[in-house]
T-cell receptor, first 115, second 110 residues
């Protein structure tokens, strides 16, 4: 079975540009998470969807960040405008159900560099 | 106090050694616990769940101490390939939001 698929793997952009990260969760999983990882702060939850509905976006840093999940097989995380401090690895993860015993399955991540 | 805390390490051990990591959590309503492994420049991958009675998977043993609010991971007979960062994950009932620790770095040397 295919795992969580993220694209692009790497993104280098200039400050002020729009960045769109994409994620395809594992088929049948109904919860999707976007995380950001940096050396300084570790893994931080940005937003969590359940059945395509945003449940908790309290981790989204500011209005420059937005996330959508138009259907069960696709989600995007957009940063507009991007800033150098947004440089990080962005992971998407999915899980089956909302039962607390369901582990997360991560995608390979998108390494974002904003110059 | 952070929700989930881990000693960042690094733990530098020789092959064959036994090493243990702890992870403390602050929310007494936490219900589910996992250990993940993350290799350099890779995504975190599930290593094992942590059950209330403790559980073992080969050389790896996970334990939960609810009274003191910590989980542990014991690795016996360390291999070079065990070198990685080990992340603990705590899920609090109701919200189902997995919270990650910062990770503990393990380096196994010949």
């Amino acid at each position: 079975d295919a795992g969580v698929i993220q694209s692009p793997r790497h993104e280098v952009t200039e400050m002020g540009q729009e960045v769109t990260l994409r994620c395809k969760p594992i088929s049948g999983h109904n919860s999707l998470f976007w995380y950001r990882q940096t050396m300084m702060r570790g893994l931080e939850l940005l937003i969590y969807f359940n059945n395509n509905v945003p449940i908790d976006d309290s981790g989204m840093p500011e209005d420059r960040f937005s996330a959508k999940m138009p259907n069960a097989s696709f989600s995007t995380l957009k940063i507009q405008p991007s800033e150098p401090r947004d440089s990080a690895v962005y992971f998407c993860a999915s899980t089956l159900g909302t039962g607390s015993n369901s582990p997360l399955h991560f995608g390979n991540g998108t390494r974002l560099t904003v110059t | 106090r952070k929700e989930v805390e881990q000693d960042p390490g690094p733990f530098n051990v020789p092959e064959g050694a036994t090493v243990a990591f702890n992870c403390t959590y602050s929310n007494s309503a936490s219900q589910s616990f996992f250990w993940y492994r993350q290799d350099c420049r890779k995504e975190p991958k599930l290593l094992m769940s942590v059950y209330s009675s403790g559980n073992e998977d080969g050389r790896f043993t996970a334990q939960l101490n609810r009274a003191s609010q910590y989980i542990s991971l014991l690795i016996r007979d360390s291999k070079l390939s065990d070198s990685a960062t080990y992340l603990c994950v705590v899920i609090t009932g109701g919200s189902y939001i997995p919270t990650f620790g910062r990770g503990t770095s393990l380096i196994v040397h010949p």
